[in-house]
C-alpha cells in the first residue's frame, strides 16, 4: 500500500508524497502493523490518525518499536470515550445549537497520556492538529523537560472559532472541534514560540452532497491546501504573531526537519520543491475558484492575504496560477 | 407576504419580544374558536400544508393537525416510517420534492438540531419547527409561555424553573429564550450531568437540588426524563433520580408561594414528576395542551401573513 502510494504520486509527478503508514494492522487499534516494511517502502512516520491509539500499550509498543527506523509515531489525541456523539467542540455554542459537544479534556487526556508514554520509553511523538489551550500547554512543558514530544496545528485551529458552526455550517465541521477565542490565541503563541513545530492543513476534500446535509451526519474535515499560505499570512503574519519567515519555516524546513525528510529549504544541492508566492495579495475565497473538486472550505467568502503563484518539484514546474501544467 | 415573523419559525432565540407577545396575543382569540361547537374559521382556506415527521410524535402533530384544520388548511401528513426519508432520501431531496408540489407550509419534526432551519434556507414555502433534535420547539415555549401568562397575568419577573434534562431537551432551549426575551427570571434545575455548559453566561441560574428550584420559583417546567438516559450513564437509576429530583407532594407542600407545575408531556409519572403533583391543585398540564392548539393556529395564521387581530381580517373576508 505504501509502496503504491509512492509510485502513483511519481507517476503524477505533482508533488512528493510522503506517507505514513499505520500503527496498527487495519487501523483496528490492536495489532502493531509492520514499520519496518512500510519504511522500507517509503514510509516517514506511522500514525493511525482519524481515529487515536486508544490503547495505551499499543501506543507504547509503537514508540518503541519506532525507535529502531528512527520514525515519529503521530497521534490524533482523542479518548473516544469522552467525545463519543460528540459533533462540535462542547460550549455555549453547541448548548445553543442543540448538538452534542466533545470537551476540550477528550485531547487533552490523551496529549498527557502520550507525553508520558514518551518519557517512558523515549520514543518520538508527534501530535497531529492540536486544538486547546490545556495542549499547548502540556507540549510546552514537556519540550521543557527534553521530551521528544513535536507537534502541529492547522490553519483552522488557528484562525476560526466555534462560532463559525452557528447556522449548522457544515463546514465548520471537523475534528478536532474549532475551538474558542482562548485556544486560537494559545495556538498562535504555540506556534510563535516553537511549542507548536508545524503547520499541517489537514486538507480533507468531501463532495457536495456529503456536506450538505443535517450536521449530526455531514462528515468532518475541509478542504485546506489553497487556503493555507492566505490563512497563514493573515492569521499568524498580519496578526503580529509571527514574522513571514518564521511562517515559511513552520511550513517548509522544521516539517521536514521533524519528519527527516529531504527539502523544505533552499540550500544548494536541496531538492528544487519550491512555492512561489505573493504574500500581499488580498484575495476573496470563491467555491468556483478552487482547483479542488471540493469546496467544503471553512473560508468560503472571506478575504485572505497571500496566495501561491507557482510551485516546483524537484525543479519542474507543475503548477502556475491560472495555467495548470499537463502531465509530462 | 412578508410575516410579522418572517418567513419561517424556527426557533424562539431568533424572535424578538415584541414578536413573541404578538404570537401570544394573536393566539388569545383562537382559543375562543376551539370552544365553539363549529371548530373553524376560514383564516387559512386554500393554503396546503405538509406535516413532515421525522420523528414519532403525538401531542405535538394532532395539535398541529387540529389547528391546521381549526384554520380550514388543506394538509398532508407525511412519516418517515413508510416513505421515501426509510428508502434514503436525503433531506435536500424531500425540501425539493416537496417545493415542486407547491405547497404553502411545512411543519417538521426531525431528530438532527438544525433539520428546521436547513430546510428552511432550500424552500420559498413557509416552514415551522416542530422540534428539531436537542435545538428548539419553539411551539411548545409559546404555549408554556401563554399559560404562564394566563395564570400569572404576565411574564415580566416571573420566576420559572425549568427541572430534569435540560442537556438533551428542545423545550428547555425554547423556553429558556422566551422567558429571558419577555424578562423572566431563569433557573435550570437537575444533575450536572443533564445540565448543558455556558447557562450561566445567558443569565440563567444554575440549581441542582429540587427543594431550592420548589423554594425560589413561581413556576416549575418538570422536563421529561428519557428513559435512555439510564443506558447513556447520565442518571444511575428511575428510583434514584425520582428521590432526589422527583416534583413530588411533599417537597411542593414546603413551597413558600404558590406555585405552578408545568409538564412539556409524556409524563413519566413516579420519575420527575408523581401523580399526585400531576393531577393535583398546582398542575396546569391540561392547560398547556389547550393552549398549544391556540399558539399553533396562532403560528400558522401569522406566518401566513394574517394580520395580528385575525378578526378584523376575517370581518374584511365577509
Redesign the interface.
Known amino acids: 500500500m505504501v509502496g503504491f502510494v509512492v509510485r502513483q504520486a511519481i507517476r503524477a509527478g505533482k508533488a512528493r508524497v510522503y506517507p505514513i503508514g499505520c500503527i496498527s494492522l487495519g487501523q483496528k487499534g490492536q495489532q502493531l502493523a509492520e514499520f519496518g516494511e512500510m519504511v522500507g517502502a517509503g514510509a516517514v512516520a506511522v500514525s493511525d490518525d482519524g481515529k487515536p491509539v486508544v490503547s495505551s500499550q499499543l501506543m507504547r509498543t509503537a514508540l518503541e518499536y519506532a525507535k529502531v527506523f528512527g520514525i515519529p509515531v503521530a497521534d490524533h489525541c482523542e479518548d473516544p470515550t469522552l467525545s463519543l456523539g460528540g459533533v462540535m467542540h462542547?460550549?455555549?455554542v453547541?448548548?445553543?445549537?442543540?448538538?452534542?459537544?466533545i470537551p476540550s479534556a477528550a485531547e487533552e487526556i490523551m496529549v498527557a497520556r502520550d507525553i508520558v508514554l514518551s518519557e517512558l520509553t523515549g520514543g518520538h511523538v508527534h501530535l497531529c492538529h492540536i486544538s486547546t489551550r490545556g495542549s499547548v500547554e502540556m507540549i510546552r512543558r514537556a519540550k521543557q523537560m527534553g521530551l521528544r514530544v513535536t507537534a502541529e496545528a492547522t490553519p483552522n485551529h488557528f484562525s476560526l472559532t466555534h462560532d463559525l458552526c452557528l447556522?449548522?455550517n457544515t463546514n465548520a465541521k471537523m475534528s478536532p472541534p474549532l475551538r474558542e477565542p482562548e485556544d486560537v490565541e494559545a495556538i498562535r503563541q504555540g506556534l510563535k514560540d516553537g511549542t507548536i513545530d508545524c503547520i499541517a492543513t489537514d486538507h480533507a476534500p468531501h463532495h457536495y452532497?456529503a456536506k450538505?446535509?443535517?450536521?449530526?451526519?455531514a462528515p468532518n474535515g475541509v478542504v485546506g491546501l489553497e487556503t493555507a499560505i492566505g490563512v497563514g499570512v493573515r492569521s499568524l503574519v498580519e496578526s503580529g504573531h509571527l514574522s513571514l519567515p518564521e511562517l515559511i519555516a513552520r511550513m517548509s524546513t522544521v516539517p521536514a526537519r521533524v519528519f527527516r525528510l529531504p527539502g523544505g529549504t533552499l540550500a544548494v544541492g536541496a531538492p528544487a520543491d519550491v512555492t512561489v508566492f505573493d504574500p500581499t495579495r488580498l484575495w476573496t475565497v470563491r467555491a468556483e475558484d478552487l482547483h479542488s473538486k471540493s469546496t467544503n472550505s471553512p473560508y468560503l467568502g472571506q478575504t485572505l492575504t497571500g496566495q501561491a503563484d507557482l510551485t516546483a518539484v524537484g525543479g519542474r514546474i507543475v503548477f502556475e496560477r491560472g495555467v495548470q501544467i499537463p502531465d509530462a | 407576504m412578508t410575516s410579522l415573523l418572517g418567513k419561517d419559525l424556527i426557533g424562539l432565540e431568533g424572535l424578538t419580544a415584541d414578536q413573541i407577545t404578538a404570537i401570544l396575543d394573536t393566539a388569545e382569540p383562537f382559543k375562543e374558536v376551539s370552544e365553539r361547537s363549529i371548530k373553524k374559521v376560514p383564516a387559512l382556506r386554500g393554503k396546503t400544508i405538509v406535516n413532515l415527521f421525522f420523528e414519532a410524535s403525538t401531542r405535538t402533530r394532532i395539535s398541529f393537525e387540529f389547528a391546521e384544520k381549526r384554520l380550514s388548511a388543506d394538509t398532508v401528513n407525511v412519516a418517515s416510517q413508510g416513505s421515501s426519508v426509510s428508502k434514503g432520501e436525503t433531506l435536500v431531496d424531500t425540501a425539493r420534492n416537496l417545493e415542486a408540489m407547491r405547497i404553502d407550509m411545512v411543519v417538521i419534526r426531525h431528530h438532527s438540531s438544525g433539520a428546521a432551519q436547513f430546510l428552511g434556507e432550500r424552500i420559498r414555502s413557509n416552514v415551522i419547527n416542530a422540534g428539531d433534535g436537542k435545538h428548539e420547539h419553539p411551539t411548545q415555549g409559546l404555549l408554556d409561555l401563554l399559560t404562564l401568562r394566563d395564570r400569572f397575568g404576565r411574564i415580566k419577573g416571573l420566576k420559572v424553573a425549568i427541572c430534569g434534562d435540560v442537556l438533551h431537551s428542545r423545550v428547555a432551549r425554547s423556553n429558556i429564550w422566551g422567558l429571558l426575551k419577555l424578562g423572566a427570571q431563569v433557573a435550570v434545575c437537575g444533575p450536572p450531568t443533564l445540565l448543558p455548559r455556558g447557562l450561566e453566561s445567558l443569565g440563567v441560574t444554575v440549581m441542582h437540588h429540587i427543594e431550592d428550584a420548589i423554594g425560589w420559583a413561581d413556576a416549575l417546567n418538570v422536563l421529561r426524563l428519557q428513559l435512555e438516559r439510564m443506558e447513556g450513564g447520565f442518571v444511575p437509576s428511575l428510583r434514584e433520580y425520582n428521590r432526589i429530583f422527583g416534583v413530588t407532594r411533599e417537597r411542593l407542600e414546603r413551597a413558600p408561594g404558590d406555585i405552578v407545575v408545568l409538564h412539556p408531556g409524556p409524563m413519566n409519572r413516579g420519575v420527575e414528576i408523581d401523580s399526585d403533583v400531576a393531577d393535583g391543585p398546582h398542575s396546569v398540564i391540561l392547560p398547556q395542551v389547550t393552549n398549544g392548539v391556540a399558539v399553533r393556529m396562532a403560528v400558522l395564521y401569522l406566518l401566513a401573513g394574517g394580520a395580528p387581530d385575525w378578526r378584523s381580517q376575517a370581518a374584511d373576508e365577509r
Do not use: C, N, S, V
Open positions: 462542547e460550549g455555549l453547541a448548548t445553543k445549537l442543540g448538538l452534542k459537544g447556522g449548522y452532497d450538505q446535509r443535517e450536521f449530526d451526519d
